[in-house]
């Protein structure tokens, strides 16, 4: 047969995480490459009780097809704890989706045409870019800054452009471990506001702050422009596949459509798990314990870096969040790091891939949720004994 | 805002068989409208200890992320279960998907380019007329006849045009119920050997077969050219939401892109759930369970059928499945049927959804797979009221 594949497919590489996470499969290597929460944290005996508590008291519905915009009680669940948070959200808005990674394609597939203009972060998050591309958008990466992306270059882009969506991760930001500041979110909103540019707010890691103070979502800054993202992934598990979409009745209509073609529904006994799990269980109790975890990883890989790292190596100090981000000086490929460092037994995940239109960028991702402080110790201490090795 | 949505999905209308289920919550009507498996055969027992058993012994691993392609002992019994029956399948040519539904999603993202040609049966599957319309292929509807689809026309079709996929439900259709003779599928494999035309075979039901005889797969006639789609919704359970394509290398590899960039992998926990059920059990029992409560519901829908609609009605008698499809006289309206169907309290599909340029065609289609016996009786004398009265 000759060439059967679409367009879309046939432009979307392989992805490079892919074959990263094969190398690091070899239990000798330390990796700050994964994405992965800390499987320690996992409330396994509270899910067991759940799981069981559903299977013993709704019995074979449990089992049965269900509906495609969620389980009711789970979404309103969902709104009541955006309603704590002073967030006022119907639940009849919020569709239950197979994971945020599923939120970006119902959102490709019910928005975006071929050219379709969208901004995105420099570096972004590279499931969305994989997701968006798929949907042949053309991409404006916006670098960020400490406080967020470059306003001047959002004022600059908007104003000449006709942009579609503006996809960001406002909260301890995947890859780049900032938060936007309270500033930053302000004149975003001031921005945009009036534009038929809609934001896609992503916040998976919103509950995970362990430093400073919380900010104001888009969805409450500018809510007729704004598509907010949630997922249970990174507060309870991830392997249930469980997230969501909060949009307004006109999106909500179309994205129901998108879902059903997608795979009718998401999986119902996860999502009846997911909600008998939270309705027994003192979540706030739970995100304190993974909070105070991660915060102290954090601490340790950043005492590290700061021990172990030359000088001239900067990094991200992120108030939550799994990552932290890596900027070596000028000229060095993170990429030839990764060869070298994957020799001393330690992995990350360079730059390259969260860029759309970089190679051999001078930045890399560590991931500080997913190994246990002595770990992060040693592993950071044979980065260090790296990047001095190659900067000398 | 303007309008912001993106052509594919405004061409495609709303579900018109949502809008049924809605009319059908309510519980005074009896409803062959459903496409539901038996709730009563579900293995629930069987379900929870198999959830039990994965969460002692597994523990936290199985609420971590996992592999695109899925779980790999899953995939295996998969392929051993082809092998069973004749089929050769390497666990590796397996993805494990959230249900057919994606199965479709992902070959529509991985295959067709706007514009593509894609033979579907007439009637067709709702589900995969609605996702390949909106990846925007253009449709060549080949009527079913009692043995299957028309060759003539298959023959004149792909000597015409250049088609790039024909999918196909060779085992009890849904909607009409009927199955590919053995010499149907000869000369659809000897149409398509050395075409750059792909079969997309979904298989839901082909294990649900209460008469006859097996029938061999495109998948074994002409492997080159066929992706084959399976799941665990009829014979397991669906709320899991789970299922797999069949596919070599070269489509795989495209495949687990387009996999990752739509929802990462099928939720985990299901799947070693599912597994563990099938290890544990014996499914060929199950499936034989399943099989003859159809086959009974199958014979009693038939009985009465013959005993209360009018003579000139004629009706598919299904060797398996979940469906039966009914033709009323030339020039009746299976809608304007239903619209007086809904007033005496029973309920089906009007056919119109089941095609994609016809309106107010006279067939619909009776599921007698959620119905018990005695409902069925009752449920098929109303419809013979009302179309007796329609039609005198």
Redesign the interface.
């Given at each position: 047969?000759?060439n059967?594949?679409?367009?879309?497919?046939s432009d979307?590489p392989?992805?490079f995480i892919?074959e990263i996470l094969k190398l690091t499969a070899d239990e000798s290597i330390i990796s700050f490459a994964g994405?992965?929460?800390n499987?320690?944290l996992?409330p396994?005996d509270e899910?067991?009780k759940a799981?069981?508590k559903v299977?013993d008291t709704a019995?074979?519905?449990?089992?049965?097809?269900?509906t495609?915009e969620g389980y009711w009680k789970l979404r309103k669940w969902i709104a009541e704890r955006y309603e704590s948070k002073g967030i006022i959200v119907a639940p009849e808005n919020i569709l239950i989706t197979?994971?945020s990674?599923?939120g970006?394609?119902l959102l490709g597939?019910?928005?975006?045409?071929e050219g379709?203009k969208i901004i995105i972060e420099e570096p972004a998050y590279l499931?969305a870019i994989?997701?968006f591309s798929?949907?042949r958008s053309k991409f404006f990466p916006i670098p960020l800054t400490m406080n967020g992306i470059d306003t001047d270059i959002l004022k600059k882009i908007t104003t000449e452009e006709n942009i579609?969506l503006f996809y960001c991760v406002p909260n301890f930001q995947n890859p780049g471990g900032i938060s936007y500041s309270i500033n930053n979110r302000n004149i975003i909103a001031s921005l945009l506001k009036n534009k038929?540019t809609?934001i896609i707010e992503d916040n998976p890691y919103g509950e995970l702050r362990f430093l400073g103070e919380e900010k104001p979502s888009f969805y409450q800054l500018i809510p007729?422009?704004t598509v907010l993202l949630g997922s249970f992934?990174k507060i309870v598990?991830?392997?249930?596949?469980?997230g969501w979409i909060v949009a307004k009745p006109e999106?909500m209509?179309?994205l129901i459509?998108?879902k059903?073609?997608?795979?009718?529904?998401?999986?119902?006994?996860?999502q009846r798990?997911i909600f008998q799990y939270l309705n027994d269980n003192n979540i706030d109790e739970h995100i304190s314990k993974i909070r105070q975890a991660y915060g102290k990883q954090r601490d340790v890989m950043i005492d590290a870096i700061r021990e172990n790292f030359p000088e001239e190596v900067q990094y991200t100090q992120p108030e939550g969040g799994m990552f932290l981000w890596v900027t070596l000086p000028e000229g060095l490929s993170a990429m030839e790091v990764f060869q070298q460092a994957i020799e001393k037994k330690v992995a990350f995940v360079p730059g390259d891939p969260f860029y759309v239109n970089k190679k051999d960028v001078p930045t890399m991702r560590l991931n500080f949720s997913s190994v246990d402080e002595d770990t992060i110790r040693i592993g950071i201490k044979r980065l260090g004994e790296v990047l001095k090795s190659m900067l000398s």
């Open positions: 047969m000759g059967i594949f679409s367009d879309r497919i979307v392989r992805s892919r994405g992965l929460p499987r320690d996992f396994l899910i067991k799981a069981n299977l019995g074979r519905d449990v089992l049965q097809y269900s495609s197979s994971g990674q599923q970006f394609d597939k019910t928005l975006l045409n379709d499931g994989q997701t798929i949907y579609k038929d809609l007729e422009n992934s598990a991830p392997s249930f596949r469980i999106i209509e179309k459509i998108a059903q073609a997608s795979d009718l529904h998401t999986n119902y006994f996860g798990i």
